[in-house]
């Protein structure tokens, strides 16, 4: 319903354009019920459910006098309109308790009650979440699968772990240098697809580069040969340029698709005004594809474009931290942060544009608009979006037949509100969502794993769970 709503909403004290009709005076005739008030005249900016409120301060006050003053006479300043010439006093009043009585749903994300305990029901089963890492962990940023059931676990902070059955950890030398600043580190690790005959893995991380003693950093990608617990033939075969003094939005995932390319995100850096919608040699804000040696496929949707950087998949991307393939259509599923709402899950095609920061259903974090569109001809909408924002990161389709009514679910962790949320789809729809293991931690990865369990890795302190379905 909201889906073209203009964020113009937002923008100003006069305001023209409120969920798609024109406001002149009190000429618009206000629907009956407080339901349908809401709908029509604040579910644009405070979201269809009120999750928005997670984001706004209650700078007016939060008391049924204070909603009803603020919905009557406004604040300009803040891109509230007033409606006080639209609304009659008992309208008003009816949409203020119905705003009180709505906002109750916001508990979901703002309760911090912690789990007690290791096993939680879920709509369809009970889950108990089994560790399976030892202590050392801090912040575990991505988690990959070697034969005969071992892992291996990037510690941001520049450490790579093989995780043992026994819960044994044993550090991996010879991982790359790392710019462990903000947000960035050693990130997320995958193994070849020929792993098995080659021994090859593939590090995303933070590449540092001072010049004129200013320290700047960027995303590259490394291939080395796991050799018993040491790296070796360590090479870049991917440097994001330009490299930037920010220390966040990196990106960082990877995956193989069944074409047997390597794909993999780079944020925009937090510089959205230039970065994301710049195809010519500028690989931020993208998601790109390369041979595992790091050249460049022939079909690249850019090869053939004068000046665009060849490796360019797709554009117009903020900060993507969950890239998975679907099993059944080989598509490429990807979650990425959106600010202060507007966080997205994406169909990613080739040579397509997503939008940052042209179109977004978020707002910045001072709680001003960054644009007044939500949709533009040319720029790809997202298959769902998150109000409040979540903070996305690690994907995973469920597969197999482990966790009963799941299959073909969407698992995405949420950093911000610390839960793995499951996604269910109807085609390529979000029919339904759940929440699961409420503030278990900060939970930065979800994997579908060889044996057919789904594993998930937690951050501060650091740990890896398998999630295993009970009797």
Not at 177 to 192: A, F, H, K, N, P
Not at 295 to 321: E, W
Not at 417 to 436: A, P, S
Request: glycine content about 12%; hydrophobic content about 35%; charged content about 20%.
């Amino acid at each position: 319903m909201l889906k073209n709503f203009s964020a113009a909403v937002l923008a100003g004290s006069v305001l023209a354009v409120c969920l798609g009709f024109e406001r002149q005076g009190s000429s618009t005739v206000a629907d009956e019920t407080p339901a349908k008030n809401y709908a029509t005249y604040c579910a644009g900016c405070h979201g269809e459910k009120m999750d928005m409120f997670v984001d706004r301060n209650w700078k007016f006050g939060n008391k049924k006098e204070d909603i009803a003053k603020s919905i009557t006479h406004g604040h300009a300043d803040e891109g509230m309109p007033a409606f006080g010439g639209t609304l009659s006093e008992a309208e008003i009043n009816g949409l203020a308790d119905y705003i009180l009585e709505g906002i109750k749903n916001v508990g979901q994300y703002t309760s911090r009650e912690k789990p007690v305990g290791d096993v939680f029901k879920t709509e369809n089963m009970t889950i108990k979440l089994e560790q399976v890492s030892g202590p050392g962990l801090d912040v575990p940023w991505g988690i990959a699968f070697l034969p005969g059931g071992d892992l291996l676990v990037t510690d941001r902070g520049g450490k790579l772990f093989r995780v043992g059955k026994d819960k044994s950890m044993t550090e991996i030398s010879g991982v790359p240098e790392v710019w462990s600043r903000g947000q960035g580190g050693l990130m997320d690790v995958i193994t070849d697809p020929r792993f098995a005959s080659n021994n090859t893995i593939y590090l995303s991380y933070s590449k540092p580069k001072t010049e004129g003693g200013t320290t700047m950093g960027t995303t590259a990608i490394m291939r080395a040969v796991l050799k018993g617990n040491a790296l070796s033939n360590q090479k870049d075969i991917f440097v994001a340029e330009p490299y930037q003094r920010t220390q966040l939005h990196y990106g960082s995932r990877m995956q193989f698709g069944r074409d047997g390319y390597l794909y993999f995100s780079v944020g925009e850096r937090g510089n959205e005004k230039a970065n994301p919608q710049e195809i010519k040699n500028n690989a931020l804000g993208k998601i790109h594809r390369i041979k595992s040696d790091g050249t460049i496929p022939a079909d690249n949707p850019f090869v053939k474009t004068t000046g665009a950087l060849s490796s360019i998949y797709s554009y117009g991307h903020r900060n993507p931290q969950g890239l998975t393939i679907h099993p059944t259509t080989g598509k490429i599923w990807e979650t990425e942060h959106g600010p202060r709402g507007g966080d997205e899950l994406n169909i990613v095609s080739p040579g397509k544009n997503y939008g940052w920061p042209v179109i977004s259903y978020g707002i910045n974090y001072n709680g001003k608009p960054i644009t007044n569109l939500t949709a533009k001809a040319g720029m790809e909408q997202p298959v769902h979006y998150w109000i409040p924002s979540i903070g996305p990161s690690g994907l995973a389709f469920v597969q197999g037949n482990k966790y009963k009514g799941w299959t073909g679910n969407v698992l995405a962790g949420s950093l911000r509100f610390e839960f793995l949320q499951r996604l269910v789809l109807t085609g390529n729809k979000v029919t339904k969502q759940e929440i699961l293991f409420k503030n278990i931690g900060r939970v930065r990865d979800v994997r579908m794993g060889p044996d057919g369990f789904i594993y998930m890795a937690v951050e501060s302190p650091g740990r890896v769970f398998r999630l295993v379905p009970q009797p």
